[in-house]
């Protein structure tokens, strides 16, 4: 079992920075495949980014690119999410998950086996 816990979110001005941490529990977070994912009110969850368990793969959707950067420091079982030049579309509720497969990264939310309880992102204009 995995215990995810999301923080950094906030309130900040169109143009400004966060940067999101996920601090897992358990031994095997090293192993897995990370996501961070995003849902605004009336819209469903999206994948923002993924890592794999070395971090040699990463994927970004198309609205972030070039803006956030997803890393992670497995000796301290957390994944970050930079983001920067933060947009008012941005503003969403994030959750940071993990695959248990671990070579590989999903787009889909459902190939995630746990999730945090999600933090604030408001994005002002």
């Known amino acids: 079992q995995v215990q995810l816990v999301e923080s950094g979110g906030g309130l900040v001005q169109a143009g400004g920075s966060l940067r999101l941490s996920c601090a897992a529990s358990?031994?095997?977070?090293?192993?897995?495949?990370m996501g961070w994912f995003r849902q605004a009110p009336g819209k469903e969850r999206g994948i923002v980014a993924a890592i794999t368990w070395s971090g040699g793969n990463t994927y970004y959707a198309d609205s972030v690119k070039g803006r956030f950067t997803i890393s992670r420091d497995n000796a301290k079982n957390t994944v970050y999410l930079q983001m920067n030049s933060l947009k008012p579309e941005d503003t969403a509720v994030y959750y940071c998950a993990a695959d248990r497969r671990s070579g590989s990264y999903s787009t889909y939310p459902t190939a995630y086996d746990y999730w945090g309880q999600g933090t604030q992102v408001t994005v002002s204009s």
């Open positions: 358990g031994r095997t977070f090293s192993s897995y495949t």
